[in-house]
């Protein structure tokens, strides 16, 4: 299934790609006709891929329980640090840190369930998501949560591909774990920041899945 954050791009890249192979078709050139007919098919493939929306099966404790909060995208995660959170957490807080690559799916999914306290559009760099300067220079999406366990942030941001941020989530929405919200295009990093003391279940360099994935529990 292609996800609907991404309509726009998707038919644009396959109209691409079907115009590269039809140019290609037409070329008398041996060697250029099986470049253009390549690079075309390799185009469409891309749009399918990026694009994709798989189904995900999100853990029956994270729908049941406010204090299990989950993966918000695919990716790698990079960097698990304590730091200074002064808008919603106001003092000590943990930051998860996840990595997406253009091959991963880029479809975001809310962390926990509650409702979106503030959501707010910040510009920024496109330094490449993987520095971790990212973070706090990169363009990015700062989204609030609350719900009866505590509060939590996650952040949409751009990296060196990634130009476009699509984001649904607006004060006043009331959420479940797993539900769909977004989109980064192309890769990009997704950050989660909760309450020191914050029980994290996961490690620096482990793979986690969006909507299915149990990074921490609220204490």
């Not at 999406?141 to 591909?161: D, E, H, P, R, S």
């Amino acid at each position: 299934m292609i996800t609907r954050y991404g309509y726009d791009n998707f038919l644009a890249l396959i109209a691409g790609g079907f115009a590269l192979m039809t140019f290609g078709l037409w070329s008398d050139i041996p060697v250029l006709k099986w470049l253009l007919i390549a690079f075309g098919g390799l185009v469409c493939f891309f749009a399918l891929w990026f694009f994709r929306n798989p189904t995900r099966t999100v853990p029956q404790e994270a729908l049941s329980d406010d204090a299990v909060v989950i993966a918000p995208a695919d990716g790698k995660v990079v960097q698990i640090i304590t730091l200074e959170e002064p808008r919603l957490i106001k003092g000590k807080a943990e930051r998860i840190s996840i990595f997406l690559s253009p091959l991963d799916v880029h479809v975001n999914r809310v962390p926990a369930n509650g409702e979106i306290v503030f959501s707010e559009y910040r510009r920024g760099k496109f330094l490449v998501a993987m520095d971790h300067r990212a973070s706090e220079e990169n363009e990015q999406t700062i989204i609030g949560l609350k719900n009866n366990k505590g509060v939590l942030i996650f952040k949409q941001m751009t990296g060196a591909l990634a130009r476009r941020i699509v984001n649904e989530a607006k004060p006043g929405d009331r959420f479940k774990a797993g539900d769909e919200f977004g989109m980064m295009k192309f890769g990009s990093r997704m950050d989660v920041i909760v309450p020191e003391g914050t029980h994290i279940l996961v490690r620096e360099g482990e793979r986690v899945v969006g909507g299915e994935t149990v990074l921490c529990r609220l204490q």
